[in-house]
Structures are given as structure tokens and as C-alpha cells.
């Protein structure tokens, strides 16, 4: 054989190696099914489409499947797909019913029959046709949402092997659900969930509290189609795929007509949602949704291609000096805390004095608008107001912990001559995960100690999921760590509870975190979340927090949460202060 | 030569298996698991997710169930595309619901809709589109440029070249990639300021379908700025070269022979000037092809590169073991292809077993 030969056979068979490695799986005969009839005209206008770009943030939606999702970028297409039982109201956080037209709650409070509305309807996008179509079951009729989907999409998310990290709610909250999560139990007639009647979900839940509703409307309890993930005599599983395009079906006010991994997501308006007052049909014909970091989403804004755009951090200072940017730009609350953890039994710190004197020295105003300069607001409890039953500064101005470096330093000053110590002779160390962000805003707290305490905090930062290990780690836990906390669903019970109640997320009872346990402070919660008077509610959290943030001055809060973003002014949008979670259903376009 | 060949592909093998080893063993010493999380992961719900994805075995049946996944092919009745873990590269249907499968590399654990081989199939083309136009760009700008600086040496062409050069060694991405978005993006308004002009299904596994306008409309603003830096190193690399084969006595005795001095010049000094060009060429197309975290981010294309960082940083167990395979297998098909090159090059080279 010739040389060149050799060489061309040998990139040849380089070549075939490298395609054969990136190639696609054999094409299958797809066996297409389900017959579609037009029932529906939709729309014959010619006027032009309304099309609303908006951005999701970098990297993919991890997913779409509404078992599967835990971050704000997969609710926030789940939540327009599909529509939970009740609804969370974006602008005031309240409870709306969604799917369930009303729903009677028992006696003792723990049991809730779920009345479902009628003539609401499964769709998918056909590419074909170019239109949304109804899903047809096997007789050909059009499959209404039942409550056999409800019961199939809490129980999906339920299963073991689903592996969901959100059936923690779920399993926390309805009866039987906690067992059958564990795999001790695998008889669904144990879940306390029950079909009725097509139209009628029963779910009871362990506890009387407040905010069942809202659990029974988070996107874990969402309808899904079994037809699809599981398959029937018409129609082909689509197992764990049945989210992508081409197979996705939904119901709610938008459906997925396009999922282009790492780069977009295209939904189109569901014209068969018939609109209820909490979610109407929408004005908007089309939205896309790009995947695209800070910087360059803002580009896109400003060239024109994106008409919702966050601010990045940078960018701030130059959008609001700027004439036409500067009328574009709204800071919103975003139902978000952030906060620095004390673990109370390591040394110093496990003074109550030394943490509530190191709380009180943050100046917190002076951080948000020097260093953080996005609109936050200063912290004085943890639980973030705007959220059901947390308190807001409005009523309670006095509540929780406030700047005060003349009352920290005589509280320091009363704990170092008990021990007989000078304040540089304190050994401090606070810890932070890796990123610009929480350096910065370390520095700045770092500093203030240094002047209003007298004091050196030693620094300390760690990749974040050694970090993660490292505050959750009883011998390892630093004095202070750093954290923040978002909402799962809009109630105080998630926040100042779930977190801290001795075993929260904070506080595990294998010691780490905080390692705090309060009898008073446990008593409250768990009486905050069985009060129905919302009032009531309200003051109990309220003296929950104070023992928390005061009193044992168990955390130092910090700020709570804001966004910055720029609208191009032909849109018309609500601000939802859901984290991020808009209701584009409501928004309009008007060119 | 054919031996050759054969004999790398036998070390290549070695080599992958070495490196998923070391790779394995080291992803698992770094503290931190996948389910970390800000929100604590409530132990019981941990289980089920270690149970699903096997990381409740011990290590090394963790390994040998990865290799088994990967290297073994295996008969199934799971239809292709509708288990997360259970999606093989190469599907041979034998039969009625009936699969031969081969090369399972896992699931994601950051994404819960997408498997290894999904970013293979619809990330990686993207990188190596990507990659290769940007290879292009630094090859096209910096041979030249090169050849140029070396035949002019110490003129005013040698140092302007040798500017431009060093001007793109110092201008990283993360300054020029910004800079071009403003200019012909946002203000110009030129060029699409991020995406990517093309989209899976690809033709061959990697070549957009549709290779027109738009596709260089969306491709020509990264390509530029990801090749640039690379064409400053080829361009010193080859005026160094060049002007180091100039010295040579074979060049002498060409000239001596009275071969006009383009034939001297483009027949016997820059084919030999090319070896060390080429040896840096095929890591560095290894590394573009893979994808490139910076330019990807900031122009927004939907690639691979990303996922090289954030894997880590994510603990994707599967994700990290197939970046880095993807990476060591390119790598090795590069320097192998190099060495090919060096013979066709260089006559005095011969590759022998």
C-alpha cells in the first residue's frame, strides 16, 4: 500500500471513529397513534403574532416534568403548561383556586375535597398542522383533566423510584404520603389521596395548618398525563422523554412547541383554555424563552431581541443614569432571605452575647446601598415579608434585630471582662462559599465588626459543595457560615419552620448548622401553623422570630432578596414577587 | 503503517481506561456529593435518589457497573429514547421490541431530563462546529502572518505581524468577545449579539443542515474571537519555525541549485517549518472542539464547553466521566492524526511498529 493511501485510509478511519461516536441512535419507526380531528378553528386573523422574548438564565431547563422540577426555570414553564389545584397570585402571594373551582375542608380541619372544573382539556402541539390540538383518548374523544391525573401526578411524584426532590413537601404534609415516599408502604389506598368522582379529589393531609392549600397546589401535585409516560393501547410511552417536543402535553394557559436543549424553548398560547379568573386565556401569542447568561441576555435587550432582561450587577449604576433605560427598570421583591448562621456550640459564639452584639453591628443599610447596590432590603427577621403569616416592617417597625453598634459593643464589652479577654484576643472565623458576591459582601461585614467591635474575623471560603458538607457537618461547622432561602411555597411555615425548627434544614438533628434547640421557639411554629386567624398567625411568627434573630440571636439576617429588571415599555406585565415565577397569561403586548 | 495505527488504537484503549479510572476515583474523593444542595436534601428522599442512580453501592461496583454501561452491549427491550437510564449511543433494532445497544454513559443528575449521551449528540456537534471554525480562523490568520513575519524579519512587516500577534495573545476572550457583541451586535446591529445559527438534528452527527448565511451570521463573531488568540500562537510559532529551516543546509544547497526562491520558499522550507505548527495543532484542536466555557458563555451558543466546568462543580458523576473521555478520546485521535502528518511532512520521519 502507498504511503498516501495509508494516510487517506487512516483519516478515513479516524474520521468514521470520531462520527460514529457523535452519531444518532438509528431512526425507529415511530407508531403515531393518536388521531387528531380539528374541532377548533383557531384564530383566522392575519393579525400579526404577539411574540414575547424573555430569558431563563444560563444552561438548560433541567427539566419540564413537574415531579421532576426544583428550581425557578423549570417552574416557571411548568407553571404555564399546567395549572395546580389552587394558584399562588404572583402580585400578593395569596392563595387562588387554580383547577379546583372551590374545595371544602373538614371539621378537624385536615381533610380537603377538591371540587375540579369541567371542560379543561389536554393539548399538544402539532408540527404538521402548526396548531395546538386536543389529546384524543382511545374512543377518540377528547381527554378532559381529571381528577385521575391529579391523583396520578401526586402519586408519580410520590414513588421511590421517581426519586423527586420535592415529594419532601408532599411526604412532610399529607397523611400516609411520608411511608409510601420511603417505599415502607407501597399501597396507594394508604396515600391520603383519593379520586371521588371524575371531578372530585379528596387529599388529607396530617396537620390542620394553613397552608395545605397552598400544598396542594405546588407543581409536584400538578395533573400529568400517564397515557403518555406510561402508555396505553393507543398511545406509545414516552418513559422519562415525555417532556420533549413533539411528545410534551399540558393543559394550562400555554403549551411546549419547541425545546431546543441549551438554547431556547418556545411556548405557544393553548387556545382551549378557557380562561378562569386567576389564570385567563392569554393575550400573548407566543413566547421564547432563551438560555443565556446575564451579561449577554442584556445585549440582546438593548439590541432589541429580548424585551425582558435582568440587570446584571455591573450594568446598574450605567442603566439607572441612563435617560431611556432608567424608565425601563423595575426593582421587585423577590421572596428570598439572606442570612449568616452561628453555630451555637462552638466556641465564642456560643455566647448569646457575642452573636446578638455581632448581629447588631451590621450595618445593613450601608451594605445594600454600597456594596450590594440592587435595591435589597435590610433583614431584621428571617422570614421574608410578602410571604403568608411573616411578619412585615410596616407592622411590626420594632421587631427582630436593627443596627445598633453602641448596645453591641456594651453587650461584647460585658462578655470580655467576664472572660477576662481584649476583643482582639476573639478567634472568629467566618465561612462563605466561593463567589464574588458573598466575598464582597463578607469584606464589607468584616469591616464593620473591625470598627463598631474592635475585633478580627478571620475569612474562609470553600467551593460550595464541599461547603455544603462542611456547614452541615457537626465537627466541622464554622462560627458563622453564610446561607440564603428561598421559597418553596408562599407560606412563613416554609421559611422560619422548616429551617430552623429543630431537624430544618439549618439545624439538622445530627448536630451542624445552627445546632440550636428552643422548646419556646418550637412551641410557636408548630402553634403559627395550626392557627387559622391570620392575624393571630402573623404574631406567633412574629414571637418566633424574635427568639430567633434576637433573643438567641441564633442568625444575623441580612438582606432579603430583590430583582432588577428592564421591560421594553409595549409590554404590558405584571411583577411577580414569587421569585422570579411570572404569570405571563396576564401579560399583554401593545405595539 | 496499518500496524501502526492498529497498535495506537490499542493504546488508546489502555489510555481510556487509565484515564476513567483516575478520573472516577478522583471525582468521588472531592467532598460533596451530587444532592447538596442550599435546601438540605431530607435523608429520606436522598436515599431514593442514591438508590435510582446506584450511589448507594460501594465504589467499585459503581465502577465496573460504569464500565459494563459503556463498553458491554447489551440486549434490551426498552425502546431507544424513552429511559433516562437506560440510553445507548448505537441502537441496532433485531427484532420486535427487540434492541441491540451499545455505550450507555448515564444519566445526568443536574439535568432530570437529559442523559450523557444528549449532550454527545446535541451539545458536543455544536462545540465542534464551533471549534472547528475558530481552528480556521487561527490557521488562515496566523500561518500567514507567520510566513510573512519570517521572510521579512526585522522589518516593519515582521513587527506589525508580530504585534498583531501579540495583541492577540493578550486580548482574551472574556475582553474581545463583549467588545465585538457591542460593536456589531448592540450598536452596529450587524450580527445576532448570541445563539447559534444551527440546530440538532445534524447531518453525519455533527455537519449543520443548513449551511448558509444564517448559520455564519450567528458563527462568524465567536469563530473570530475564540480563533484569534490561537492564530497568535501559530503565527510566532510558525515565523520561528520558518526562520529556523531557512538556516538549513538542504535550503542552501536549493538555492545553490538556482530554484527560484518562491520554489525554495513554499516547496522545501515551509512543509518542514510546519511540524512544530501541526504538533500544537492537535491539542489544540482537542481542546476546541470540546468546547470553550468563556466564548460559549458570553456569546450564548448552546455547546459542551460548559459543561466541562459546571459538571464539576455540579458533581455529575456521568457527566464529569463523559466529558473527560470525550475530551481524552479527541485528544488522542488529534495526536494520532499529527503523527500521521509528520511523515507525510517530514520525509526523514517514518512511522514504524
Given at each position: 500500500m502507498s504511503r498516501k493511501l495509508s494516510v487517506a485510509l487512516a483519516l478515513v478511519v479516524t474520521a468514521a471513529m470520531l462520527l460514529s461516536a457523535c452519531a444518532t441512535p438509528t431512526p425507529q419507526i415511530v407508531k403515531e397513534t393518536v388521531v387528531v380531528t380539528k374541532e377548533v378553528v383557531v384564530t383566522p386573523t392575519p393579525v400579526p403574532k404577539k411574540v414575547l422574548r424573555m430569558n431563563l438564565g444560563p444552561?438548560?431547563?433541567?427539566?419540564?416534568d413537574p415531579s421532576l422540577a426544583t428550581d425557578v426555570s423549570s417552574v416557571q414553564v411548568i407553571e404555564l403548561t399546567s395549572v395546580g389545584l389552587t394558584r399562588q397570585n404572583e402580585e400578593t402571594a395569596a392563595i387562588e383556586p387554580g383547577m379546583a373551582e372551590s374545595w371544602d375542608i373538614s371539621e378537624d380541619g385536615k381533610t380537603y375535597t377538591f371540587h375540579l372544573r369541567k371542560g379543561i382539556y389536554w393539548v399538544k402541539y402539532d408540527a404538521a398542522k402548526g396548531e395546538v390540538v386536543q389529546v384524543l383518548d382511545c374512543q377518540g374523544k377528547p381527554r378532559e383533566v381529571k381528577a385521575q391525573d391529579f391523583w396520578y401526578g401526586i402519586i408519580r411524584t410520590l414513588k421511590p423510584e421517581t426519586a423527586s426532590d420535592y415529594a419532601y413537601v408532599l411526604a412532610f404534609a399529607i397523611e400516609g404520603a411520608e411511608d409510601f415516599n420511603k417505599g415502607v408502604i407501597t399501597d396507594t389506598a394508604a396515600v391520603g389521596v383519593k379520586v371521588i368522582d371524575d371531578y372530585t379529589l379528596q387529599i388529607t393531609f396530617k396537620e390542620p395548618a394553613a397552608y395545605n392549600a397552598n400544598i396542594a397546589g405546588m407543581w409536584v401535585a400538578h395533573a400529568e398525563p400517564s397515557w403518555l409516560i406510561e402508555g396505553d393501547e393507543c398511545t406509545e410511552a414516552r418513559g422519562?422523554?415525555?417532556?420533549e417536543t413533539g411528545f410534551f402535553q399540558g393543559y394550562g394557559p400555554y403549551t411546549l412547541k419547541e425545546w431546543v436543549h441549551e438554547d431556547h424553548i418556545v411556548l405557544v398560547k393553548n387556545p382551549f383554555w378557557p380562561g378562569i379568573p386567576s389564570v385567563p386565556q392569554a393575550k400573548i401569542d407566543e413566547i421564547v424563552f432563551r438560555m443565556l447568561e446575564d451579561t449577554a441576555a442584556f445585549a440582546e435587550y438593548e439590541a432589541g431581541n429580548l424585551d425582558v432582561a435582568g440587570v446584571p450587577i455591573g450594568d446598574i449604576d450605567r442603566v439607572k443614569a441612563d435617560p431611556v433605560l432608567s424608565k425601563e427598570l423595575v426593582i421587585g421583591p423577590v421572596l428570598c432571605t439572606y442570612y449568616y448562621g452561628f453555630n451555637t456550640k462552638a466556641p465564642v459564639v456560643n455566647d448569646v452575647r457575642v452573636r446578638r452584639a455581632l448581629s447588631m453591628a451590621i450595618d445593613r443599610k450601608a451594605l445594600v446601598e454600597?456594596?450590594?447596590?440592587?435595591?435589597?432590603e435590610p433583614a431584621q427577621w428571617f422570614c421574608r415579608p410578602g410571604l403568608t403569616g411573616c411578619p412585615t416592617p410596616k407592622d411590626y417597625p420594632d421587631l427582630g434585630v436593627k443596627y445598633n453598634p453602641e448596645e453591641a459593643k456594651k453587650l461584647l464589652d460585658e462578655y470580655l471582662k467576664e472572660k477576662g479577654l481584649k476583643p482582639e484576643d476573639l478567634d472568629l472565623t467566618l465561612m462563605f462559599n466561593v463567589g464574588v458576591g458573598h466575598e464582597k459582601i463578607a469584606q464589607a461585614i468584616q469591616q464593620m465588626w473591625k470598627e463598631k467591635l474592635g475585633i478580627n474575623v478571620k475569612l474562609a471560603s470553600q467551593e460550595w459543595k464541599v461547603y455544603l458538607k462542611t456547614i452541615r457537618d457537626p465537627k466541622a461547622t464554622p462560627q458563622i457560615w453564610r446561607l440564603g432561602w428561598c421559597q418553596d411555597y408562599p407560606d412563613a411555615n416554609n421559611f422560619t419552620r422548616e429551617v430552623f425548627s429543630f431537624g430544618g434544614s439549618a439545624n439538622p438533628a445530627e448536630g451542624g448548622g445552627v445546632n440550636w434547640k428552643n422548646d419556646k421557639f418550637e412551641e410557636l411554629v408548630v402553634a403559627a401553623a395550626k392557627e387559622m386567624d391570620p392575624k393571630k398567625r402573623v404574631d406567633l411568627y412574629a414571637q418566633a422570630e424574635q427568639i430567633l434573630v434576637y433573643e438567641d440571636a441564633v442568625i444575623a439576617p441580612i438582606y432579603w432578596y430583590t430583582r432588577v429588571t428592564c421591560t421594553k415599555p409595549y409590554v404590558k406585565r405584571t411583577f411577580s414577587i414569587l421569585g422570579g415565577l411570572e404569570h405571563i397569561e396576564k401579560w399583554d403586548i401593545a405595539k | 503503517m496499518t500496524r501502526y495505527i492498529v497498535r495506537r488504537f490499542l493504546w488508546m484503549l489502555l489510555v481510556l481506561f487509565v484515564v476513567s479510572l483516575i478520573t472516577f476515583l478522583l471525582m468521588h474523593a472531592v467532598p460533596g456529593g451530587p444532592f447538596d444542595r442550599e435546601k438540605a436534601v431530607p435523608p429520606e428522599i436522598l436515599a431514593n435518589l442514591n438508590a435510582k442512580y446506584h450511589l448507594d453501592e460501594p465504589l467499585p461496583k459503581q465502577y465496573l457497573r460504569y464500565l459494563w454501561d459503556v463498553f458491554i452491549p447489551h440486549i434490551s427491550h426498552i425502546p431507544p429514547g424513552t429511559s433516562l437510564t437506560d440510553d445507548h449511543l448505537i441502537n441496532v433494532k433485531i427484532g420486535e421490541k427487540l434492541w441491540l445497544k451499545w455505550m450507555n454513559f448515564g444519566p445526568s443528575y443536574s439535568s432530570r431530563s437529559r442523559t450523557v449521551n444528549d449532550y454527545f449528540r446535541q451539545q458536543f456537534p455544536i462545540s465542534a462546529q464551533l471549534g472547528t471554525l475558530a481552528l480556521l480562523v487561527a490557521v488562515l490568520i496566523g500561518i500567514p502572518l507567520g510566513i510573512l513575519a519570517a521572510l521579512k524579519q526585522n522589518t516593519i512587516w515582521d513587527y506589525l505581524g508580530m504585534g498583531i500577534a501579540i495583541f492577540g495573545v493578550s486580548v482574551p476572550v472574556i475582553v474581545l468577545g463583549p467588545i465585538l457583541i457591542w460593536i456589531f451586535g448592540v450598536t452596529l446591529k450587524w450580527l445576532p449579539p448570541t445563539g447559534w445559527g444551527a440546530k440538532p438534528p445534524f447531518i453525519l452527527g455533527f455537519i449543520p443542515s443548513k449551511l448558509g448565511p444564517e448559520f455564519f451570521k450567528y458563527a462568524i463573531m465567536p469563530s473570530i474571537a475564540l480563533g484569534l488568540g490561537q492564530s497568535a500562537l501559530i503565527a510566532r510559532l510558525t515565523r520561528a519555525s520558518l526562520l529556523q529551516v531557512l538556516r538549513e543546509d538542504y535550503i542552501r544547497t536549493a538555492r545553490a541549485k538556482g530554484l527560484p526562491e518562491r520554489a525554495v520558499i513554499f516547496v522545501h522550507a515551509l512543509k518542514n517549518s510546519m511540524i512544530p505548527v501541526v504538533t500544537v495543532l492537535g491539542p489544540m484542536f482537542a481542546a476546541l472542539v470540546t468546547g470553550t466555557f468563556v466564548t460559549e458563555t458570553i456569546f450564548g451558543i448552546p455547546g459542551m464547553g460548559r459543561y466541562f466546568v459546571i459538571s464539576i462543580t455540579n458533581r455529575d458523576y456521568p457527566l464529569i466521566m463523559g466529558t473527560i473521555l470525550l475530551y481524552a478520546v479527541i485528544l488522542v485521535l488529534a495526536n494520532l492524526m499529527v503523527d500521521i502528518t509528520y511523515a507525510f511532512l517530514d520525509p526523514r520521519i517514518r512511522l514504524t511498529d
Open positions: 444552561g438548560d431547563v433541567p427539566t419540564l422519562d422523554k415525555w417532556t454600597n456594596v450590594l447596590k440592587g435595591g435589597q | -
